[in-house]
């Protein structure tokens, strides 16, 4: 049997490419595509060949390719080995179909829009805690913010056990710094089997408290409320194991997309004080709209759309064999000069004014098809709870003469200083 041919790409080793991507994302892929075009192969460390298709026409069929044509779950579990196949973020197919649309109602906008206010509460608890007139890290703080969110407005866990479940989360996928590399499995040697029994040490205080509270719901007559409840009450013969997978993963997707965010639209208003004077001012709904939308079209969460094609595919004059994997880089197809005027500029009006005509193929901050993701009414909402409760209670300013540049840390695109700020009380 042939090896099939991907497209060109560079031939520097894995290790060399890997710590290229996750230290400056879009300056390397930036150079990648001037070298060898729209479409190209980069070799990770631990995920093997990737096809980077970077044209937002090329790529605009590739989210919606799920689940005929190809696979998102499988993509992902090969950069986030600890992502369950039975979750939504993780499985593939009728499984998918099944995890999503069993919870999928609990995350529309008229679900979730009427805790806005019980999430601006949970805001600014935190906010009274975080130090003034000093530097601090905007990323582990809106993360914690994240979590107890989940953990009380989409898990439905009240009192005292959904404290100590959101600071057993905050700790379950932190890591100190920004490392350079993909994420290792228990399968991919040393590294891998040290990562993954870090992993399963965070993970045992997060499961102990799921377990407890999974057992206390299904000896209730009434499961209860949000997303574990309904978990429970579908799954009433699986085990408490098998349910806290689910919910590991599904958390885990929530939070630090959730996180990195809030942190990239805090970190724009405290380099542009126009930007909080804007939000204060009297543009309404719409001018607060736009500066999120373009916070994330130059800082998005994640750093691409992944799929694994399950038919042949052509792109851009090359034939993809099933199997390979592919990814549209997001924040490099939001910053495409071909398909956004004064690409690396914040420009709010670019999504107010028909004239600068965005391009719904060329923005992806929730991805695409049917694996758009399931918790954007939720970011949304959030965002929409917090940034206002931040800006009402501090100013926010920034440390340093120069922006925070982007890196990768798994999939997701957080700041290099992990968002270093002051803020001082308004």
Known sequence: MPIPVLPDGPRSGRLVQTVGLHRDPLAWLRRRQGRFGDVFTIRLLTTGPVVVVADAVLAQDL??????????????????PMASPRSIFGSDGDEHHRARTRVE????LDAIAGRREAIAEIARAHLARWPRDRPLR????????ADEVFVREVLGVCGPRAGALAASIGGLLWTPGNPPVTIPGPSDGLAGRAVDVAYRRRRAPVARLLEAEIADRRQAADPGRGVLGRLVAAERELPAEGLV??????????????????????????????VAARLHGDGGDDVAAAV??????????????????TVATEIGGHTLESGTVTMVPIPFVQRDPRYHREPDAFRPERHLDP?????????????????????????WTQIGAVIPTVLSAVTLGTVGPRPEKMVLRGTILVPRRSGLVTAQDR
Request: net charge neutral; glycine share 6%.
């Open 63 to 80: 989210p919606a390719a799920d689940p005929a044509l190809a696979h998102a779950g499988a993509a992902r579990r090969g950069m986030l």
């Open 105 to 108: 109602d609990l995350f529309a």
């Open 138 to 145: 905007l990323l582990p703080r809106m993360r914690a913010i």
């Open 245 to 274: 997978e689910e919910l590991l993963a599904l958390l885990m997707a929530a939070q630090e997309p959730m996180a990195a965010a809030l942190t990239w639209v805090s970190l724009r208003i405290a380099a542009e004080p126009s």
């Open 292 to 309: 999120v939308h373009e916070s994330l079209r130059l800082h998005p969460s994640a750093i691409g759309v992944l799929r694994r094609l």
């Open 355 to 379: 004239a600068w005509s965005v391009p719904e193929h060329a923005m992806l901050p929730f991805g695409g098809g049917a694996r758009r993701c399931l918790g954007e009414p939720l970011a």
